[in-house]
């Protein structure tokens, strides 16, 4: 159950229209009251004889008795309530509850006040109400309505338990501001993917992913479209910003800017710069420089990184787990940012969801995540990946690795009960499922069929080698359809002159397997990125049978992608 306190108002008698009225968004169906501060307030939608004007009036008053210079020029207080989708349909004596409830906790009509505010609660769908107030007492004084948006917010959990509905998260003030109805009902009628204000949050933390300093943002933000404005102080030094979608304006024809700490707490320019100032007592001036490396180089790197950060999370102290964490969003957007376009809208989704996932009341110690930020930086100015070879393949190697970093900042969230962060890792993690799918196609079937054209005392020495390093998941690997490409690699691995057992007892025991779908599809992408192999199994020669038998050479693979049995990750 959702709660949203609107914007305050300075007409009554609009509001009660809009709530009386057809809808705008959404049809508004028998609209009528459910409940008021007083039984006999006339109900416009149910008795003929009420007018707006006569609820406008007896909801007035208490503002009218007032004189004119001491009237509060926005009075109208208007909060709405909201069930979930799958909640049973509430009946008016439920909402009507409810809405006492709300008054109450809010300070709007605490319990036994007699001179509190007047307000009225109005139903006109089965999933919600609308409760209008005006902000003076009784007794002509004002309200204490402080923190009520979180009290608001507080009960609703309480009713969600009291009424077995499904419960909410509960927030903990680190999240970005909700959208407004209003946003939401603008980007529908313009046709937009995402309301203004989402999409330029978006596009600010994708120019931050990486970034080293204030002239390199602001050139970034610039790149991508958005108009900036800069708040300047007198003694000229800059003290934040705003930003803009050129095709986004208001009733006047203006652009709608919003501050970057409005887009979200961490995008503020002080919080913003606290990043680069970590970056200056960190990385060295060589470190921090644009790097020329492919897509492909940039993502073997950034895999890396990735994998010792899933060791801090899983062992490190809170502080620099929670800068890990805020810097592998950076990564995301960076990945997605440079992603080709069958990987391009799952990636987008996973950096978009895990944002949340990267502020709690933990605070990050920063310096501790250059890396992560560093690598964010290659994958940005490597390019764009064209998803083909050894480009497409090494996407696939470091998603495998945000995949298990985003599900140890899930469990590691879980552990200190931030559940709404944990629960956006959650759902981000199923986005880079989706996205791993679609980038490990290709280059796991050539790499099936590479292992399943091995000679086969060639792939039984693989197994062999299996069962000493992994003897507990060797039997669930070699059942698997992805045993084929791991016995390639594997193999590719020894005539490059490593120890299969030894990388593959390092490969398994850093980290554990269990919860993997595919424990042979994992160990592939960490064994080739230890012994350094090419991702994309075409740039590697074919294996021969020396390795295993002194002479003769592999079949070479059937060029039928569909050979490779398809399993979900």
């Known amino acids: 159950m959702i709660p949203s306190i609107h914007k305050r108002g300075s007409k009554t008698i609009g509001l009660i229209r809009y709530l009386y009225g057809p809808g705008t968004e959404e049809e508004h169906i028998d609209p009528h009251l459910v409940a008021a501060f007083d039984p006999l307030t006339p109900d416009p939608g149910r008795n003929p004889k009420a007018t707006y004007e006569q609820l406008q009036r007896l909801l007035d008053q208490p503002v009218n008795a007032l004189p004119t210079s001491k009237r509060p020029e926005e009075h109208v207080w208007h909060l709405s309530v909201r069930a979930a989708p799958e909640d049973p349909p509430l009946s008016d004596e439920d909402w009507a509850a409810i809405a006492r409830r709300m008054v109450a906790i809010t300070g709007i009509a605490p319990d036994g006040d007699d001179a509190a505010c007047r307000w009225a609660a109005v139903r006109h769908a089965d999933d919600h109400i609308h409760i209008i107030a005006t902000l003076v007492r009784d007794d002509g004084r004002r309200p204490r309505l402080h923190n009520e948006a979180r009290r608001a917010q507080a009960e609703c959990r309480r009713i969600e338990a009291d009424y077995g509905l499904r419960r909410v998260a509960s927030g903990d003030d680190t999240a970005a501001k909700p959208l407004t109805s209003a946003e939401r009902h603008k980007a529908e009628r313009e046709s937009r993917e995402r309301p203004a204000r989402e999409e330029l949050r978006e596009t600010v933390r994708r120019a931050v992913a990486g970034a080293t300093s204030e002239e390199e943002f602001f050139d970034r933000l610039a790149s991508a479209g958005l108009l900036i404005r800069k708040r300047v102080a007198p003694s000229g030094d800059?003290?934040?910003?705003?930003?803009?979608?050129?095709?986004?304006?208001?009733?006047?024809?203006?652009?709608?800017?919003?501050?970057?700490?409005?887009?979200?707490?961490?995008?503020?320019?002080?919080?913003?710069?606290?990043?680069?100032?970590?970056?200056?007592?960190?990385?060295?001036?060589?470190?921090?420089?644009?790097?020329?490396?492919?897509?492909?180089?940039?993502?073997?790197?950034?895999?890396?990184?990735?994998?010792?950060?899933?060791?801090?999370?899983?062992?490190?102290?809170?502080?620099?787990?929670?800068?890990?964490?805020?810097?592998?969003?950076?990564?995301?957007?960076?990945?997605?940012?440079?992603?080709?376009?069958?990987?391009?809208?799952?990636?987008?989704?996973?950096?978009?969801?895990?944002?949340?996932?990267?502020?709690?009341?933990?605070?990050?110690?920063?310096?501790?995540?250059?890396?992560?930020?560093?690598?964010?930086?290659?994958?940005?100015?490597?390019?764009?990946?064209?998803?083909?070879?050894?480009?497409?393949?090494?996407?696939?190697?470091?998603?495998?690795?945000?995949?298990?970093?985003?599900?140890?900042?899930?469990?590691?969230?879980?552990?200190?009960?931030?559940?709404?962060?944990?629960?956006?890792?959650?759902?981000?993690?199923?986005?880079?499922?989706?996205?791993?799918?679609?980038?490990?196609?290709?280059?796991?079937?050539?790499?099936y069929q590479r292992g399943r054209h091995l000679p086969q005392p060639l792939r039984q020495k693989q197994a062999v080698h299996l069962r000493q390093a992994v003897p507990e998941l060797a039997e669930q690997v070699l059942a698997e359809p992805g045993w084929f490409a791991l016995a390639a690699t594997l193999a590719e691995a020894e005539a490059a002159g490593h120890n299969p057992t030894a990388l593959l007892a390092e490969a398994a025991g850093r980290r554990e397997l269990q919860t993997a779908d595919s424990v042979s599809d994992v160990l592939v992408w960490r064994l080739r990125r230890m012994a350094d192999l090419p991702a994309d199994a075409t740039a590697m020669p074919e294996p021969t049978t020396t390795t295993a038998r002194g002479s003769g050479s592999a079949a070479q693979p059937s060029p039928n992608r569909d050979d490779r049995p398809r399993k979900s990750r």
């Open 238 to 447: 800059l003290l934040g910003y705003k930003v803009a979608l050129s095709d986004n304006r208001n009733g006047k024809k203006e652009p709608v800017f919003y501050a970057g700490s409005t887009l979200s707490p961490d995008l503020s320019l002080p919080r913003i710069r606290k990043r680069w100032a970590d970056d200056t007592d960190t990385v060295s001036a060589e470190a921090a420089s644009p790097v020329s490396s492919g897509p492909a180089t940039a993502r073997r790197r950034a895999a890396g990184v990735v994998w010792q950060a899933l060791l801090v999370i899983d062992h490190g102290e809170d502080a620099q787990v929670a800068a890990h964490i805020a810097a592998a969003g950076e990564v995301l957007d960076a990945l997605a940012k440079t992603s080709a376009a069958h990987t391009r809208a799952q990636l987008r989704e996973a950096a978009f969801v895990f944002e949340r996932a990267t502020r709690s009341h933990i605070k990050a110690v920063r310096g501790h995540d250059r890396a992560l930020r560093q690598a964010a930086r290659e994958l940005v100015y490597s390019g764009p990946s064209l998803g083909r070879g050894e480009d497409g393949a090494t996407t696939a190697m470091v998603i495998d690795m945000l995949f298990f970093l985003v599900t140890a900042s899930a469990h590691w969230h879980a552990k200190k009960n931030h559940a709404q962060q944990a629960a956006a890792a959650r759902q981000a993690a199923g986005h880079l499922r989706a996205a791993y799918q679609a980038a490990a196609d290709v280059p796991l079937t050539m790499l």
